[in-house]
């Protein structure tokens, strides 16, 4: 029988109209959950679908916690499972890349995610009776970098260290706080941004480092996110779940690979 672990609960997911955040709201309504997406575009995956909202925004705006906070509230009642996954990562090497770049990356995925959080942890802990959870969504190479990727891993890096103090401060309320740490994912099917940002020998080189043989689907890091978030998970908080084929069990070593012209690819 199909799991419906979420049925009646609200979740909000940023970075949820393309690649591993569309899985995670596909997976999320698939087990009764309603969810808002926040994201920079509405591409009308979801369209129709009565389940999910979505609010066209810029995590690192500070309007945009309180304004999607606010439209799940109004839409479908208080808030259960918020998903960090919205991005930016512009590469870059440290001789080449404008210190604009390097600010953006850190402004959506450091400083956003830190306010989405702080807006869902107020919201929740004023609850009387909180069973909430936060997942968010970082990189393998936070702990295994490559040549160009300095502002992305440094970014999520950063992430992994909130989120296990955001754990210690927030247990106290019933607020769970953990990480999936995605190796190299293949988001071709699940994404109409940036679809050719890797090229394929690029991809042959992430695939060769994988002890499992094969690159990551999406729903493989959906299927992490999902437990975290429900009942199985209730004693787990302040974790980092690694969902990366092996990759990063030992040691494997990347050239430089520079993107032009991507300034953000989800969320």
């Given amino acids: 029988m199909p799991q419906v672990r979420f ?6 997911v940023t970075g949820g109209s393309n690649g591993i955040g569309r899985a995670i709201v596909a997976g999320l309504i698939a087990e009764g959950a309603s969810v808002v997406i926040c994201d920079l575009v509405d591409t009308g995956h979801f369209a129709g679908d009565a389940r999910v909202a979505t609010v066209v925004a810029d995590i690192s705006d500070p309007a945009t916690a309180d304004a ?10 208080p808030v259960d499972i918020l998903v960090n996954d919205a991005a930016a990562y512009p590469d870059g090497t440290l001789l080449d890349m404008p210190a604009e770049d390097w600010s953006r990356v850190f402004a959506v995925n450091v400083t956003g995610t830190f306010m989405m959080m702080q807006t869902f942890a107020r919201h929740s802990a004023a609850r009387a009776a909180a069973d909430a959870a936060i997942i968010c969504i970082t990189t393998g190479s936070a702990r295994n970098p490559r040549p160009g990727g300095a502002a992305y891993s440094a970014s999520k890096a950063a992430v992994e260290t909130m989120s296990k103090v955001f754990a210690m401060e927030l247990g106290q309320y019933g607020i769970r706080v953990n990480v999936v740490s995605p190796g190299y994912i293949d988001v071709r099917q699940w994404s109409s941004a940036f679809p050719d940002r890797a090229p394929d020998e690029l991809r042959a080189e992430l695939v060769k480092s994988i002890p499992l043989g094969r690159a990551g689907d999406p729903r493989d890091i959906a299927n992490a996110v999902l437990f975290l978030a429900s009942a199985d998970a209730s004693h787990i908080t302040g974790t980092i779940l690694e969902v990366d084929g092996g990759s990063n069990a030992g040691r494997y070593t990347l050239r430089a690979h520079v993107s032009d012209g991507v300034v953000s690819v989800r969320g």
Avoid at 7 to 12: M, R
Avoid at 68 to 77: D, L, N
């Fill in 7 to 12: 049925d009646g609960k609200v979740a909000v």
């Fill in 68 to 77: 999607t906070m606010a439209a799940a509230i109004s839409r479908w009642g």
